[in-house]
């Protein structure tokens, strides 16, 4: 194991940063067809994620349901904008609290005091971030790796109390697939399964289909 001395968080984690994947800053968005399942019941629709990342659902009536395919959207697509490493943490430093075989855990000290993250493999596999004054915790398990840059594949995400550090939420468990389309290393979600479990203790599951995918030019 590495002498804790030798372990540059903040180069480690800049790194880990800058290898996630990320759209071109030409990129103008796309659109194609979306299909929701959910007990038993399906719908479907078509979608454009136009350049300003807002998603415009067609053809479902359902709010409910609108709300939720455009959240999924807007939730993929604000990851994917490119923005560097200074202008997002360049008042943020990164020091050691851990290194096992899960990973390098480090904890943020500066404008982001208190958030914690973890690499392994020049990937960030844990994310425990303060947004909007409660604390998101996300363990990744798999990634795909699509040549220039790493996309999270299989993940957990939950609500913890900055309080009390106790989760208020449920745990929710994704499995994204992603295409890449035009075969210019666009990588676009084509499928999300979402399973947690509700108050009545059932587990759900959502899922989430994106196809006939074109870029908008």
């Known amino acids: 194991m590495d002498n804790p001395k030798e372990i540059n968080c903040n180069k ?3 790194k880990a940063y800058e290898n996630r994947y990320t759209w071109q800053n030409d990129f103008h968005g796309y659109q194609g067809k979306c299909i929701f399942l959910s007990n038993n019941n399906i719908y479907k629709g078509d979608f454009i994620l136009g350049k300003d990342f807002k998603p415009n659902i067609q053809k479902i009536e359902d709010e409910k349901v609108v709300k939720s395919i455009a959240s999924q959207l807007f939730e993929v697509c604000i990851h994917r904008v490119k923005r560097e490493f200074e202008s997002v943490h360049s008042e943020n430093n990164f020091n050691l609290l851990k290194n096992s ?4 855990e480090m904890i943020v000290s ?3 005091q208190g958030d914690k993250y973890r690499v392994k493999n020049n990937c960030i596999n844990m994310v425990y971030r303060k947004i909007h004054g409660t604390i998101i915790e996300i363990y990744v398990e798999e990634f795909l790796d699509t040549g220039i840059g790493y996309l999270s594949k299989k993940y957990s995400s939950q609500q913890i109390d900055p ?3 106790e989760a208020n939420s449920q745990k929710f468990e994704y499995e994204d697939e992603f295409i890449n389309i035009d075969r210019e290393d666009n990588w676009i979600l ?7 479990t509700n108050q009545n203790q059932e587990e759900e599951t959502q899922k989430f289909v994106f196809e006939d995918l074109c870029l908008l030019r």
Do not use: H
């Not at 075989?101 to 390098?104: D, F, L, T, V």
């Not at 084509?190 to 947690?196: D, F, G, L, M, P």
């Open 12 to 14: 480690i984690f800049k």
């Open 190 to 196: 084509s499928s999300r399964i979402i399973k947690y």
């Open 101 to 104: 075989e899960s990973g390098i």
């Open 163 to 165: 309080e009390t550090l």
């Open 110 to 112: 500066g404008k982001n």
